[in-house]
């Protein structure tokens, strides 16, 4: 261990894919584990994309792509953002790049140095603040509770700029409590951000085609941020394509120069077959992908009313995404078929132990007082998994 580096050490492991190896391991044992850990699609890739992939095998793309993606892609990814956000992009303002974990690993490493502060309000995705000690900035967190929704105010934004505030992360819809900032409560929070013009904004917008009613909204549409936010998106989560690995961003045209310059030194040009294949996805209705849509939407009725009718569970109603985020913190400090939970990790560890089903804990998202459970399942799995733990907490 000490021949490693400091970088490495540092690093959390991915607590979602941690516990999805720890279910892997128990199930190559035989237990019988349900899985709602991941944030992955039970879909396939709709059968229109895999043709568009097949024709480009056909058509021989097999050749190094440019580093920032091919132009036709970052032409569909424009028009994309035309359509779908009413924001106006060039092609040069433009990097397609290994999945949208790249992209913001891209903008981390571009813009951030040593001391300098990145505001996550929580809960967040558990790989913002990981990218950002890999980019040796300080993440700093501004908590929210299930009983604002897990949103924060422009009060609480303001109260957590400092000097050192350097870049600011957004997730709507959100992963991993499904809240949606609605447009009113995006223009409150950038009226704030205008008095900061030294802070920029990444704006992770992978889950805006899963909402259930609550129109999508850019943070780049609003003109006084548009040339200091990067919008981060890709096809893994709407289009069930999350092994395709395709992320994008759309930026000011410097940043997105460098994001090219950093990507060319680490992976070069993403996958040319899964690029064929976005550009069909993009250029295509979203109708395309209601279907899949509906079905999440059915799941989360169900999964809400199962949770609530469990003691102890305290729900919101996720508005977007395809995951729960209850407040389990009623059972800390309660001794549960003779072990004791003190925080949302023991809470985990206890389902997977005693119910066989996989979440994964809040403390990985900054809000210890909950757990995310995924309802990308089937709704056998979804009702037979909620009936396992509530039978293991009576």
Same mark, same amino acid.
């Given at each position: 261990?000490?021949?490693?580096?400091?970088?490495?050490?540092?690093?959390?492991?991915?607590?979602?894919?941690?516990?999805?190896?720890?279910?892997?391991?128990?199930?190559?044992?035989?237990?019988?584990?349900? &899985?709602?850990?991941?944030?992955?699609?039970?879909?396939?890739?709709?059968?229109?994309?895999?043709?568009?992939?097949?024709?480009?095998?056909?058509?021989?793309?097999?050749?190094?792509?440019?580093?920032?993606?091919?132009?036709?892609?970052?032409?569909?990814?424009?028009?994309?953002?035309?359509?779908?956000?009413?924001?106006?992009?060039?092609?040069?303002?433009?990097?397609?790049?290994?999945?949208?974990?790249?992209?913001?690993?891209?903008?981390?490493?571009?813009?951030?140095?040593?001391?300098?502060?990145?505001?996550?309000?929580?809960?967040?995705?558990?790989?913002?603040?990981?990218?950002?000690?890999?980019?040796?900035?300080?993440?700093?967190?501004?908590?929210?509770?299930?009983?604002?929704?897990?949103?924060?105010?422009?009060?609480?934004?303001?109260?957590?700029?400092?000097?050192?505030?350097?870049?600011?992360?957004?997730?709507?819809?959100?992963?991993?409590?499904?809240?949606?900032?609605?447009?009113?409560?995006?223009?409150?929070?950038?009226?704030?951000?205008?008095?900061?013009?030294?802070?920029?904004?990444?704006?992770?917008?992978?889950?805006?085609?899963?909402?259930? &009613?609550?129109?999508?909204?850019?943070?780049?549409?609003?003109?006084?941020?548009?040339?200091?936010?990067?919008?981060?998106?890709?096809?893994?989560?709407?289009?069930?394509?999350?092994?395709?690995?395709?992320?994008?961003?759309?930026?000011?045209?410097?940043?997105?120069?460098?994001?090219?310059?950093?990507?060319?030194?680490?992976?070069? &040009?993403?996958?040319?077959?899964?690029?064929?294949?976005?550009?069909?996805?993009?250029?295509?209705?979203?109708?395309?992908?209601?279907?899949?849509?509906?079905?999440?939407?059915?799941?989360?009725?169900?999964?809400?009313?199962?949770?609530?009718?469990?003691?102890?569970?305290?729900?919101?109603?996720?508005?977007?995404?395809?995951?729960?985020?209850?407040?389990?913190?009623?059972?800390?400090?309660?001794?549960?078929?003779?072990?004791?939970?003190?925080?949302?990790?023991?809470?985990?560890?206890?389902?997977?132990?005693?119910?066989?089903?996989?979440?994964?804990?809040?403390?990985?998202?900054?809000?210890?007082?909950?757990?995310?459970?995924?309802?990308?399942?089937?709704?056998?799995?979804?009702?037979?998994?909620?009936?396992?733990?509530?039978?293991?907490?009576?």
């Amino acid at each position: 261990m000490d021949a490693l580096s400091n970088r490495i050490n540092n690093l959390p492991v991915s607590a979602t894919l941690a516990m999805a190896a720890k279910a892997r391991e128990l199930k190559s044992q035989g237990v019988d584990i349900i &899985g709602l850990s991941l944030g992955e699609p039970d879909f396939n890739t709709p059968e229109f994309i895999k043709d568009a992939a097949i024709q480009a095998v056909n058509d021989n793309y097999n050749s190094y792509s440019p580093v920032d993606g091919y132009v036709e892609l970052k032409e569909a990814i424009c028009t994309k953002f035309k359509r779908d956000n009413g924001v106006s992009y060039d092609p040069s303002q433009i990097v397609v790049s290994t999945g949208a974990k790249q992209s913001i690993a891209n903008v981390c490493m571009v813009l951030l140095n040593p001391g300098d502060e990145v505001l996550l309000p929580a809960p967040y995705w558990v790989s913002y603040s990981a990218i950002a000690t890999l980019a040796e900035a300080t993440s700093k967190i501004i908590p929210t509770s299930i009983d604002s929704n897990f949103k924060i105010t422009p009060a609480d934004l303001e109260a957590a700029i400092t000097p050192k505030t350097k870049l600011i992360m957004f997730n709507s819809p959100n992963n991993p409590s499904g809240t949606i900032y609605t447009e009113e409560e995006y223009r409150a929070i950038g009226k704030v951000l205008e008095k900061y013009p030294d802070i920029f904004i990444l704006s992770d917008e992978i889950y805006e085609h899963i909402n259930y &009613g609550t129109p999508h909204f850019s943070l780049a549409a609003i003109p006084e941020l548009y040339d200091r936010t990067i919008t981060v998106n890709g096809v893994a989560k709407a289009f069930a394509m999350t092994g395709w690995r395709i992320g994008y961003i759309g930026a000011p045209t410097w940043i997105a120069k460098a994001c090219n310059k950093m990507q060319g030194q680490i992976t070069s &040009g993403a996958n040319c077959i899964a690029q064929r294949a976005t550009i069909t996805a993009l250029e295509a209705p979203v109708s395309n992908i209601q279907y899949m849509v509906d079905e999440f939407k059915n799941r989360r009725e169900l999964i809400t009313k199962l949770l609530s009718e469990i003691p102890g569970f305290k729900l919101n109603e996720p508005e977007g995404a395809f995951y729960v985020f209850p407040d389990i913190s009623y059972f800390f400090g309660k001794i549960i078929r003779e072990k004791r939970i003190e925080n949302s990790n023991d809470f985990a560890l206890f389902l997977l132990e005693h119910a066989h089903v996989a979440t994964v804990s809040g403390d990985a998202f900054g809000n210890d007082d909950c757990i995310r459970i995924s309802y990308a399942a089937s709704v056998e799995n979804i009702k037979e998994a909620i009936h396992r733990i509530a039978n293991a907490l009576s």
